[in-house]
């Protein structure tokens, strides 16, 4: 059996954590027990495998405290493997200072060219640091990832699952008291009040996961859905920031393509739903919950590109399953304009999109297997 030492949070509970859940569902015997105890861990635990999920997680780039290394240390004296799942989420070389404490390291994205993990990134992602070098923008305090990474060091991160995996729709406050029960120590009860069982949480989706009723159509009302939020962090919310500068800055008639703003959830779903296109910058990482939810929903996914980074699932094929722009913005009235003209392309793009994520989806057994198949689990 394996130990899980989990941080339940929204994202763990019902998107990173399925495969675990899963897992055990799918089994005649439980593989994975959870805990969110370290001292459990350290003092009562007989397993000798850990998984690390979602600890030492920080929205705010920052290094790791001398209690967290104490806390790593004393787990890598108690167990024979340790996996670490970073819960960042971005493709950067955050907590990559944790290597000499654990046995395999997984992202939710890596890098395309190993060679950026050796790299001092600006607030710890190569798109802050872009937006940083380029446009001086500065976050207080700053951070720039303080250690050393030397290319052996840099091949060493494996990809897991992203954000795709889990329930979609989100509906925050259903999710956030299921996250209560399961810091209360009720997981299951926790999932199901969130979200949807385990089966549908497998294969997201509308309607009992059956294919939105129109893809990308003329038929949809709004050209560009743009409602798009800056997060906390400077350095990483300016492209979110820039993209709806760009947009302001186009003349009126330009800027009625694109609806901005902010609207209640069940609005934000059903606009979704009647949208041609659907813009979609970086988060807190490059891949975001707007990016499924408008796959899901059938719109043209426009997202500043990602060719930089690998991802799982994978539904960032360049002009196949989404529009890539440029990270300054420069070309997105000029790609909008196109697509917005060209209904077939639009359609052939989204439902690609659509099949693309069901099918990746449906590997997500076998993907779950080769990690555990690799520790002769």
């Given amino acids: ?184 120590n009720m997981p299951g009860i926790g999932r199901l009040i969130g979200g949807k069982s385990l089966k549908r949480a497998k294969l997201p989706g509308y309607l009992n996961n059956k294919p939105p009723k129109d893809f990308s159509s003329n038929n949809k009302k709004i050209s560009v859905h743009a409602r798009i939020k800056p997060v906390t962090c400077p350095s990483i919310a300016y492209q979110r920031v820039h993209f709806l500068k760009c947009i302001m800055d186009l003349q009126p008639d330009k800027q009625r393509l694109f609806v901005t703003g902010r609207v209640a959830q069940n609005e934000y779903y059903k606009e979704l739903a009647d949208s041609k296109i659907v813009l979609a910058p970086f988060g807190w990482g490059e891949g975001c919950f707007r990016d499924f939810e408008a796959i899901l929903a059938g719109a043209l996914l426009f997202k500043p590109d990602m060719s930089h980074m690998i991802t799982w699932p994978n539904v960032y094929i360049p002009y196949e399953t989404y529009v890539p722009l440029k990270w300054d913005g420069s070309d997105l009235l000029e790609k909008a304009e196109r697509y917005l003209n060209d209904e077939q392309e639009r359609k052939r793009i989204a439902m690609n999109a659509f099949e693309q994520y069901q099918s990746e989806l449906s590997c997500l057994s076998q993907r779950t297997d080769l990690i555990l198949n690799s520790l002769s689990i």
């Fill in 1 to 184: 059996m394996v130990t899980v030492l989990v941080c339940y949070e929204r994202i763990s509970l019902y998107h990173t954590m399925i495969p675990f859940f899963l897992r055990n569902y799918e089994s005649k015997k439980p593989i994975f027990r959870f805990t969110q105890s370290a001292e459990w861990c350290l003092k009562k635990d007989k397993n000798t495998i850990l998984f690390m999920e979602r600890w030492f997680q920080n929205r705010q780039p920052c290094s790791l405290e001398d209690a967290d290394f104490e806390l790593l240390s004393k787990l890598r004296n108690k167990y024979k493997t340790i996996v670490f799942f970073c819960g960042q989420p971005e493709a950067g070389n955050n907590r990559m200072d944790i290597l000499p404490y654990v046995d395999k390291l997984y992202y939710k994205s890596i890098f395309t060219d190993r060679a950026n993990y050796c790299k001092k990134l600006y607030g710890k992602s190569l798109f802050s640091d872009y937006y940083h070098t380029k446009y001086g923008i500065n976050d207080n305090p700053a951070y720039i990832n303080n250690f050393d990474i030397d290319r052996k060091d840099a091949e060493k991160p494996e990809l897991s699952w992203n954000i795709g995996l889990g329930t979609y729709p989100r509906y925050h406050l259903p999710q956030r008291i299921g996250t209560a029960l399961a810091r209360a």
